[in-house]
């Protein structure tokens, strides 16, 4: 193993990290469960990817199929990728009715991006202070989550969510519209002007800090009103993470300009796709160029049409509101019971649990956060951290998690935090 890490560490770029300290090497993945090669299983709480869990043989079979029959690309007549366009569009208000396929979620906000400048004319984006939206240089650009190492864009400006502020639910939506509009003012003044507001509806990097639902409603009118369209990363939170809806907009009661998907879509197959309203969406597509070899090629659009199908006919959305009250049900009886827990938010199977006592030091919440997660690895349970100080755990399990998966975590969950509380 300690020769697996050398030889890795000696031929793969030095971005790469290992999650765990004891690294883990995991040889097969079923449902909510991934083994180890002696067969030890471990209980999967952290990956959003697989939604319909590891390997669902459907989606397997469904593309495995296709990629014995004909892996192909958009520039061929092909029913199927029209069908799941429809049937995609048909999961979102009627105003956005057009698609673009892209490979992953980077590509989804790199060409929203492009698409919001165009239409608005203008330059500028606004997000939130530790929003994370991907990996190309126009993405990086507008990622305050990066950190230092990655120069933000000057078009770039940053606004604070309400929730890590401490702002009360009732002043929440005046606090994130008052900066947005002062940052409209500031790219104005600078002749650089809005192009978008983007965020990712669930703000999931920022701590998942999503109460209270609607709170973004009069910034995205200030946005609009300053000729700036609204870019909503569904990246996370799509494919019905937070279970009340399939998108995460939804639970603010807006209607975007532009959604940007990826990660589930495929359930491990780089897919992504931006849906839009037709008039941005027609601008570019006439003025500007894009094409992207392999974004909506025949295997991936039989991947994602078998999810999409799954999806809706097992009702996963359903169930992923009730397991969720479950869970935050047994996370709060454990923060009755121990200390550690100073606070935790949801939607559906997507959560924040912020950890540490109220007196220790930020160094110190993160510290434990960490040990907490490699506690709860130990005993074969997988989760992380996130938040501007990474001392919020970041669950969020397969949609499939059932009641008994939870019992499991909360088992391990109380075990481990017993330990390294007491
Ligand atoms: N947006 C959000 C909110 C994300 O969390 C991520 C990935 N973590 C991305 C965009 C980028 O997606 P990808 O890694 O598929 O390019």
Redesign the pocket.
């Known amino acids: 193993e300690a020769h697996l890490i050398s030889r890795r560490d000696a031929v793969l770029g030095a971005s790469y990290r290992l999650q765990y300290r004891k690294p883990v090497h995991f040889v097969r993945g079923e449902g909510m469960w991934l083994f180890d090669p002696d067969d030890r299983p471990y209980l999967d709480f952290y990956n959003n990817v697989p939604s319909l869990g590891h390997c669902h043989p459907e989606v397997n079979a469904a593309m495995a199929e296709q990629a014995a029959r004909i892996s192909a690309n958009t520039r061929y007549l092909e029913p199927q990728l029209v069908d799941y366009a429809e049937k995609l569009i048909a999961t979102f208000p009627a105003e956005l009715d057009r698609v673009v396929f892209t490979?992953?979620?980077?590509?989804?906000?790199d060409l929203a991006l492009r698409i919001a400048r165009l239409a608005s004319g203008n330059e500028g984006v606004i997000v939130t202070s530790y929003?994370?939206?991907?990996?190309?240089a126009a993405?990086a650009a507008v990622s305050p989550n990066l950190g230092a190492a990655v120069n933000l864009s000057p078009n770039v400006r940053i606004v604070e969510l309400p929730g890590p502020a401490g702002i009360p639910h009732d002043q929440a939506a005046d606090f994130f519209e008052a900066q947005v509009r002062l940052a409209i003012i500031d790219l104005q003044r600078r002749g650089i002007g809005i192009a978008a507001l983007l965020f990712?509806s669930?703000f999931?990097?920022d701590g998942v800090w999503i109460d209270p639902p609607g709170f973004i409603a009069g910034a995205v009118d200030a946005v609009r009103e300053a000729g700036g369209l609204i870019i909503s990363?569904?990246?996370?939170?799509g494919f019905g993470r937070t279970g009340d809806h399939m998108w995460g907009f939804a639970r603010h009661g807006i209607v975007p300009d532009l959604a940007?998907l990826?990660?589930p879509m495929g359930n491990g197959f780089?897919i992504?796709a931006v849906v839009g309203r037709s008039q941005p969406m027609e601008h570019f597509g006439q003025t500007a160029r894009y094409s992207n070899t392999f974004a909506g090629n025949t295997v991936g659009i039989a991947t994602a049409d078998a999810v999409l199908t799954i999806l809706q006919r097992d009702r996963i959305l359903d169930s992923v509101v009730s397991v969720g009250q479950y869970l935050r049900h047994g996370i709060e009886a454990i923060a009755a019971e121990l200390p550690g827990i100073r606070g935790m938010r949801n939607a559906g199977l997507f959560f924040g649990v912020d950890i540490g006592f109220e007196d220790s030091l930020p160094a110190q919440r993160r510290a434990m956060a960490l040990d907490l997660v490699n506690a709860m690895r130990d005993d074969g349970v997988l989760i992380s951290t996130t938040s501007a100080n990474e001392d919020a755990l970041k669950i969020r399990p397969p949609l499939i998690c059932q009641h008994e998966h939870v019992d499991k975590f909360l088992e391990v969950f109380h075990n481990s935090l017993g330990r390294i509380t007491s």
């Open positions: 490979c992953t979620g980077s590509e989804s906000n929003a994370y939206h991907g990996t190309s993405v990712d669930i999931s990097s990363d569904e990246v996370q939170p940007t990826g990660k780089p992504g």
